[in-house]
């Protein structure tokens, strides 16, 4: 099958073409609305940039496929079986991949509160194609699907209930599609069915988030009903008191658009050390920079209490799990993560191993660990590819 997963963001857009779930090109198109966006296309081992004035998405969507015919990538649209689209928020309406229809578009735009900032874009992408190639099958692929296996008792906040029936205020969770590609990734890496293993799953990158994953279904997961709860990330705070929100507003004087800003864009790593590229934060450290350090011993710390919390919830684990940008690339987090852990849950990480990372799965672990330590690259837009087959074909 031929299919274009689009990934259609605030200011970009991103997409591959995979034919029979092989990528064979890939097209980014940057700072959308700029007077001077960036176009890279990939394909047949050659790279092309292109520097040009790209107004809106519908005139990104436009460039799209101008290229892709330009470059003889496709001779028409009409030899596409579906384009897939990333979409941020699935709410509680979503919990699998899903065929555009009118419908299903007004669902999606029923839920642009709960996703304010990724959804309206996604949603863009979306009627774009279906108003210039109506034609063209579409299928939506949410993040938050994958996590909708959570029992209640993990799903649900102590809030009064009122607030789950009139305004869905539940956990819902992020990075789903990275979750469930690594999780059956690490299935084969193991030589084992994806139904027989519990696995904690840690999506490392600007945004970070861990899965309790169980017979191969999610029955937790650290994001809740946005992306900002749980782990320490780049520039959004994870876990906090919620009092210090009213405390703030009292005490500093600030509204809570401001609050907002700063949870998401000015807090994590960001906010410790003025620094949010984990590289540059570890490079400094090690020149003996306290914030960098502590940094640092924030954010493993913070990753090692969901490790705890998902064992106990699990019961036992067969393997952990170490994707995205920091958990693929940065071997001194991985060590971090994993020192201390060995007595009480038999987490033994090889040092040599684990400095040695290159190829594309790698279990790093000691012969003697009771646990798999796998670094897995994490592969959303095939995973996207092959749950739009999926869909399509059923």
Known sequence: MKILVLNAGSSSLKCQYFIHEKSVASLTIEKIGEEESTTTLRYAGQKTDHLSTVKN??????????????????????????????????????????????????????LIPLAPLHNPSNLEGIEIIANTYPALKQVAVFDTAFHQTMPEYAARYPLPYAFYEKAHIRRYGFHGTSHAYVAKEAAALLHQPLEALNLITLHLGNGASAAAIQSGKCIDTSMGLTPLEGLMMGTRSGDIDP?????????????????????????????????????????????????????????????????????????????????????EHASRIRQMVCEGLEYTFGIRIDTEKNNAVKSKNSAVQTAESKTAILVISTNEELEIAKQTEAAISA
Do not use: W
């Not at 436009?62 to 990538?73: D, G």
């Not at 949870?263 to 906010?271: A, H, T, V």
């Not at 540059?280 to 969901?306: P, T």
């Open 243 to 327: 009092a210090i929100i009213s405390y703030l507003v009292r005490t500093q004087k600030m509204d809570i658009e401001a609050i907002d800003k700063m949870l998401n864009r000015e807090s994590g790593l960001k906010g410790i050390c003025n620094n949010n590229d984990m590289r540059d934060i570890i490079e400094n450290a090690d020149k003996g920079d306290k914030k960098s350090q502590l940094a640092l011993e924030m954010y493993v710390y913070r990753i090692k209490k969901y490790i705890g919390a998902y064992t106990a919830s699990l019961g036992y684990v067969d393997a952990l799990v170490f994707t995205g940008g920091i958990g």
């Open 57 to 110: 998405h519908h005139q990104a969507i436009e460039t799209l496929f101008t290229l892709l015919k330009k470059f003889h990538i496709i001779a028409d649209v009409s030899e596409l079986n579906a384009v897939g689209h990333r979409v941020v928020h699935g709410g509680p309406h979503f919990s699998k991949p899903t065929l555009v229809t009118a419908e299903v578009i007004e669902q999606i735009r029923s």
